[in-house]
């Protein structure tokens, strides 16, 4: 295993570096190293200028509209992004369902979506979780009926991030109630302005609007929609879950939070405090090691190797690690990351703070990432999974 860069390899990172800085808007750069309030513009802006130069779907290959990057390069892509402070990519379309359509779609498919998500012009959703069905998804309940030449949907998803925005929504349906309940399972897109789609928000602790339920109600969603063949969305779906719970470890977003970390423990004093800074190591070493565990999975596939099935792994050490990083912020601010004004979250905003200002966000962000150990399966579920897959 080799860990270190190659000088081709580098001179890469320097370029996405040097265009990253070019092209990244100050503006949204300051929100997000500020941890303040992103807004639709402020994602789709910067999607749609990672897709005009081809950027956003990094991780596709050449024959679809990508830039063939290796391993390696799309590491180093998220690596100096994140630590710019850009918004991270909203990942239901080019990250999520643009691998499954690339697998498993037709080449009708392929023409007609992958070029919307390819320039960021089309928001795409996720219609994984229901009520009662979130870790154990294969209990999924939500029916599309075939009729003719359509299936009519009926049923409620949950969670739903960013629907609010949606365009279109990828869902997992039953079609078959036959067999085990994952044999019984479709992978189908829905326009989410057809007539029936309902989006309803959840409005979290902390005021804002992130999540949603969704309900439909006799959607007729054309049979062109579905991905591959009936009754195999589970297959579809666990390829699709390997790119989420990767992408959840997010371990570059942990390295530019770490400094922002220190950041707030330098100004508010408690820098100097080594029981304080031996807290901070520790979260410094958590973060390394999960750097390294994700250059080893690179480092196997760039030398042809079977990458490690280590998937629930990054996701179990990323979420804590996110966890543990937004509960030392709180710390470091002490009784002045408690209170929480909603206006604060926005850019610019002229009021007065409680504390500094780098304190407004703070319980937000504590709060909200509370869902990471949940999210994507639940760590209880991962181990579970990892248990028997790594371990054996």
Request: proline residues 4%.
């Amino acid at each position: 295993m080799d860990l270190a860069f190659t000088p081709e390899e580098q001179k890469f990172r320097e370029d996405v570096r040097a265009w990253v800085h070019e092209n990244l808007p100050k503006d949204i750069s300051h929100k997000v190293h500020n941890a303040l309030r992103l807004s639709r513009d402020d994602m789709q802006r910067w999607a749609r200028i990672l897709g005009k130069k081809g950027w956003l779907g990094y991780g596709w290959p050449q024959q679809f509209g990508g830039p063939g990057w290796n391993a390696i390069q799309k590491h180093l892509f998220e690596e100096e992004c994140a630590l710019a402070g850009a918004p991270r990519i909203v990942p239901f379309g080019p990250v999520m369902v643009a691998p499954v359509i690339m697998a498993f779609g037709n080449a009708e498919q392929q023409q007609r979506f992958l070029p919307g998500i390819a320039s960021g012009e089309v928001w795409w959703s996720q219609g994984y979780s229901e009520p009662g069905s979130g870790s154990d998804l294969a209990s999924l309940k939500t029916r599309a009926e075939r009729k003719g030449d359509k299936y009519i949907v009926n049923g409620q998803k949950t969670w739903t991030t960013l629907a609010q925005h949606g365009e279109w929504i990828f869902c997992l349906v039953r079609t078959s109630t036959e067999g085990k309940p994952q044999t019984g399972i479709s992978f189908l897109l829905i326009d989410m302005k057809s007539p029936g789609v309902t989006v309803r928000p959840i409005i979290m602790l902390d005021n804002e609007h992130e999540v949603n339920e969704v309900f439909f109600d006799n959607v007729e969603v054309p049979a062109e929609n579905l991905i591959g063949e009936e009754n195999k969305g589970w297959t579809y779906a666990k390829h699709l879950l390997s790119h989420e719970r990767t992408n959840i470890a997010d371990v570059n977003r942990a390295k530019r939070e770490l400094e922002r970390l220190k950041r707030i423990a330098k100004a508010e004093g408690v820098y100097e405090d080594r029981r304080f800074r031996d807290e901070i190591a520790k979260l410094e070493v958590d973060v390394v090691a999960l750097e390294m565990l994700v250059l080893r999975v690179l480092s196997a596939e760039k030398s042809g190797k079977n990458s490690l099935d280590i998937a629930g792994l990054l996701k179990i050490k990323g979420s804590e690690i996110q966890q543990r990083y937004s509960e030392l912020m709180m710390l470091a601010a002490g009784p002045y990351a408690l209170p929480y004004i909603h206006e604060a979250m926005e850019a610019g905003w002229q009021g007065e703070y409680v504390g500094a200002a780098h304190a407004a966000p703070l319980a937000s962000t504590y709060f909200n990432l509370r869902k990471t150990t949940i999210y994507g399966g639940s760590n209880e579920v991962q181990r579970n999974i990892v248990a028997q897959t790594v371990l054996g």
